[in-house]
Each structure stands twice: as C-alpha cells, then as structure tokens.
C-alpha cells in the first residue's frame, strides 16, 4: 500500500526533503546524552514517514506559545509514521540514560505532548488521518519510586498551571510506567500506550529495538 495522492504531493512540494525520511524498512536513531550514547534500531512496515532527530530539526520560529511553564519548545528525540491495515500510527520515541517521576513528569510528558501537537498539524498539511498514537521511552536505569515512598507527593503534579487544566495527581510509576500508558492533558486528557525499552550497553553505546512489523 502506497501513501494517498495527497500525501505524496505535500511530501514533495510542502515539507522540505532534508527534514524527513521515507520508505525505509529499518532506521538506526541515534542520541547523544553526558551520560553516553543511545542507539535504536526500529523496523516498520515500508510506507512510513521518519522524523529523525527531531528535537534538533524542529529549530525554525512556529505558531506555538512556548514557555517555560507549558514546555511546548520540549520535543521528543524521534518521530515516525507508518501505515499498516488501512491505518496511520505516530511513534514518538524519547531515548533516555535512566528515567524516574521526575524526568516522566517535567521532560518525557511534556515532550509527548509538545509533539503529539506538532505531529498532528505536520499530519493535517500531509492529509494523514492519525488513527494510533504510541510512545516509546529507552532507558538503561529504572530510578521510579512508587508515590506512597515519596516524602513530597507533590512533585507527581504536572508543572503546567495556566491556560491548561491541571491534570490529576497520578502515581507516575503504578498508574502510568507499570501500566505502559500516558494521560497526556491537552486541554481534554487523551490516553496513550506507552511501551518501555530497556537498553543495554555495548561497547560504552546503549543499544535496544524496536520492531513494529
């Protein structure tokens, strides 16, 4: 199965070539933290949309309102589509050296978020209908505690206090990390399936994969 007429023409004539990729049964995402490196190889099915290092290309001026308390200049590492059984699913992957409430709450969420916007209007000029949205999350150290071990539950609220409804004050590690979801508020709450990949190190390189075939 091909992409849509419609699709085709806004990938050649609307999006610049440099900012994608297309069509390739595998990619080799790379990251690059003060704590090591990250090496991911996914493999999805051959009509699909690759967002590679999206964080860093995703630089130019854009209609978002970006401030430090609603993070939308946060973005995840990667971005894929791919069309699979007359669907679209977007996959937003967030390489990571370890993970815990903290970095769920004020950098992974807010970065899910921050790109399930900009991937639905990058979607909408492209004329994809997103059907299915997953995120994936690489990690080497799992540094989670449960909120009732917490001495400041507090810091499970999402930092995000005006123009959005606060979100419900979850456990982050029971209700979302065990459970391989992600309330996402965005303005409505919506409910994602988020999946863990544990990396693990070869050669001073944190590698892991992904296959969505």
Sequence with gaps: MIPSERTMYALDHF?????????????RLMEKEQNGAGELVVTVP????????????????SFFWETEENKLAQKVDHCL??????????????MKTSVGARTWLQS?????????LRMRAFAAVCGIHVDRIEAYTTYAIDKFQPAQTTT??????????KRIP???CRDPYQDEWLRDRAYINLG????????????????DVLTGRIDST
């Excluded at 999006?15 to 990619?27: C, D, Q, T, V």
């Excluded at 992974?108 to 399930?116: H, V």
Aim: glycine share 2%; charged share 30%.
């Design 108 to 116: 992974i969420k807010p970065k899910i978020r921050s790109s399930i």
């Design 152 to 161: 400041s539950p507090i810091a499970y609220r999402m930092p995000i206090r």
């Design 188 to 203: 409505e709450e919506i409910v994602i399936t988020h999946h863990r990949v544990q990396m693990v190190k070869q050669d």
């Design 46 to 61: 051959q009509t699909n949309i690759c967002i590679q290092n999206f964080d860093k290309v995703e630089k130019e001026t």
């Design 15 to 27: 999006i610049r070539p440099s900012y994608f990729r297309r069509g390739e049964r595998g990619y």
């Design 166 to 168: 606060q979100e419900r």
């Design 81 to 94: 589509f791919y069309y699979d059984d007359r669907t679209w699913t977007l996959v937003l992957i967030e």
